[in-house]
């Protein structure tokens, strides 16, 4: 069946940069989706690719999408104390869902 | 501003007790659904409802029931509750394509 996997955990130092990475199986979801989970906090829409993008930047933020290996990456430049948080990448499965991935912990250290 | 609200934001019952999760949304979307959340397995899909007076299952619909009588109220309904659902729940909407807005989730404890 449909299957988003991502590592659980990274350590980053503070101001370096940040990869958090994600495979997918359904070659034919159309958007793939990563969201940001605070403490306590609800999900967040960070950011967003369609399916025939290799790569969006938004500030701080690059992903990379290899639709050929169902590789999925986020970037985190310059990674901040703030950018501590679960990370989920997910996969639009059709127009119904989302499946989503376990979550990557970020933690970021001085 | 866009919403999607859910009530409560915590709550604690006992086995068996029904209880009703309430999600509301202002902005139009057709598309409603919610998740569950639990640890080491993301979030997975117990109903969705594509328009008003449709709704059907998603990857974990046992135990759970759903409405949509109106296109603003989704609301996720436990008749029996029992302690494997307690979790985090989310509602969710979606225009049609592109990003799902979440509301702030609902923990829910079964004991």
């Known amino acids: 069946g449909e299957d988003v996997e991502q590592s659980l955990f990274l350590s980053v130092r503070e101001g370096d940069s940040s990869v958090i990475n994600c495979t997918y199986t359904d070659s034919s979801s159309t958007y793939l989706y990563w969201y940001k989970q605070e403490p306590g906090a609800g999900l967040q829409l960070l950011t967003y690719i369609f399916s025939n993008m290799d790569m969006k930047q938004d500030q701080r933020l690059t992903v990379l999408l290899n639709k050929k290996d169902k590789h999925l990456s986020l970037r985190i430049a310059d990674t901040q104390t703030g950018d501590s948080a679960i990370y989920f990448c997910a996969a639009s499965g059709g127009y119904n869902k989302l499946i989503f991935g376990a979550g990557t912990r970020l933690a970021v250290h001085p | ?111």
């Open chain 2, 1 to 111: 501003e866009a919403q999607v609200t859910q009530n409560p934001r915590y709550l604690i019952t006992v086995t068996g007790k029904k209880l009703t999760v309430t999600c509301s949304q202002n902005m139009n979307h057709e598309y409603m659904s919610w998740y569950r959340q639990d640890p080491g397995l993301g979030l997975r899909q117990i109903y969705y409802s594509m328009n008003v007076e449709v709704t059907d299952k998603g990857d974990v619909p046992e135990g759970y029931k759903v409405s949509r009588k109106e296109k603003r109220n989704f609301p996720l309904i436990l008749e029996s509750p029992s302690p494997n659902q307690t979790s985090l729940y989310f509602c969710a909407t979606n225009p049609g394509g592109g990003g799902y807005t979440f509301g702030s989730g609902t923990r829910l404890t079964v004991v």
